[in-house]
């Protein structure tokens, strides 16, 4: 039985990417084949954690893995991912020839489906946690943790893009007890010289 | 404590006295000022530099990714 070309281009897809230096373009591309893949049944894949910092930061942070919640079954995942070219290791996908970790914390996705990012590869598209979303969480690490890197990248990142929505911004932080945080870090992030535009 | 022990480590803390005062652990990010402002302003650069040439803006969140040429 000959194998699904699907699964063939993505393998060829993903060692191609060996080549390449920039660890974020990397990650991305990556999470674009397997999102080409696992959601080729409808459904989402979506980046988050510090590979998401690692996107709003444009590289500027570096993230040890790629954080992918979906709605596939662990199963499937398991089913899958070997057939890319990942192997098992303490819990985490490697990839055998780019050496990107990926990692698939449960889901559900903490944050509003409809404020993801689209990010268009050559791969495919691959959707990225919304920006706010993504504040909240690291401002959590910030509050609960004292994750004072973290901090630095909410600052970074609010320094970086404008185009926020604050106002929901503002109430998600409200109701997760982060809401001072989030003014003391946008009160650093504005003395930092001019946003990205829309 | 063994006094050999005390003594290198009055030793290391007398060669090392700014890393000695720093507060351990993976999270913490402990620097002076100037080398804080300096690593911010380092990452704001990369940032910038990013969205100016690789991830181009197309939309209200939405990018392109543009592809680098192979170069390792």
């Given at each position: 039985?000959?194998?699904?070309?699907?699964?063939?281009?993505?393998?060829?897809?993903?060692?191609?990417?060996?080549?390449?230096?920039?660890?974020?373009?990397?990650?991305?591309?990556?999470?674009?084949?397997?999102?080409?893949?696992?959601?080729?049944?409808?459904?989402?894949?979506?980046?988050?954690?510090?590979?998401?910092?690692?996107?709003?930061?444009?590289?500027?942070?570096?993230?040890?893995?790629?954080?992918?919640?979906?709605?596939?079954s662990a199963r499937r995942i398991?089913?899958?991912?070997?057939?890319?070219?990942?192997?098992?290791?303490?819990?985490?996908?490697?990839?055998?020839?780019?050496?990107?970790?990926?990692?698939?914390?449960?889901?559900?996705?903490?944050?509003?489906?409809?404020?993801?990012?689209?990010?268009?590869?050559?791969?495919?598209?691959?959707?990225?946690?919304?920006?706010?979303?993504?504040?909240?969480?690291?401002?959590?690490?910030?509050?609960?943790?004292?994750?004072?890197?973290?901090?630095?990248?909410?600052?970074?990142?609010?320094?970086?893009?404008?185009?926020?929505?604050?106002?929901?911004?503002?109430?998600?932080?409200?109701?997760?007890?982060?809401?001072?945080?989030?003014?003391r870090v946008t009160a650093e992030?504005?003395?930092?010289?001019?946003?990205?535009?829309? | 404590?063994?006094?050999?022990?005390?003594?290198?480590?009055?030793?290391?803390?007398?060669?090392?006295?700014?890393?000695?005062?720093?507060?351990?652990?993976?999270?913490?990010?402990?620097?002076?000022?100037?080398?804080?402002a300096a690593l911010r302003a380092?990452?704001?650069?990369?940032?910038?530099?990013?969205?100016?040439?690789?991830?181009?803006?197309?939309?209200?969140?939405?990018?392109?990714?543009?592809?680098?040429?192979?170069?390792?």
């Amino acid at each position: 039985m000959s194998e699904d070309p699907l699964l063939v281009r993505a393998r060829a897809d993903l060692a191609a990417l060996k080549d390449l230096a920039s660890p974020l373009e990397v990650q991305l591309r990556t999470a674009a084949v397997i999102a080409r893949v696992l959601g080729k049944t409808g459904d989402s894949v979506v980046v988050v954690g510090g590979s998401a910092v690692s996107f709003y930061t444009g590289g500027a942070y570096l993230s040890r893995d790629v954080d992918l919640v979906t709605s596939v079954s662990a199963r499937r995942i398991a089913e899958v991912l070997p057939l890319l070219g990942f192997e098992r290791h303490d819990g985490a996908w490697v990839h055998v020839e780019t050496d990107v970790v990926v990692d698939f914390p449960a889901p559900p996705l903490a944050g509003d489906p409809a404020r993801l990012t689209r990010v268009d590869t050559d791969e495919g598209p691959i959707q990225i946690i919304g920006i706010e979303d993504l504040l909240v969480d690291r401002l959590n690490a910030v509050v609960h943790w004292n994750d004072t890197e973290a901090r630095e990248w909410c600052i970074a990142i609010l320094a970086l893009h404008r185009d926020l929505d604050s106002a929901y911004l503002q109430a998600r932080a409200g109701t997760e007890g982060v809401a001072e945080e989030l003014q003391r870090v946008t009160a650093e992030a504005s003395t930092l010289g001019p946003r990205l535009g829309r | 404590m063994s006094e050999l022990r005390r003594l290198i480590r009055s030793l290391w803390r007398e060669a090392m006295p700014a890393r000695a005062l720093r507060p351990r652990g993976i999270r913490r990010r402990p620097r002076d000022p100037g080398e804080a402002a300096a690593l911010r302003a380092l990452s704001l650069r990369i940032g910038r530099r990013a969205f100016a040439t690789r991830l181009v803006k197309q939309g209200p969140r939405a990018y392109r990714l543009v592809s680098s040429p192979r170069t390792l």
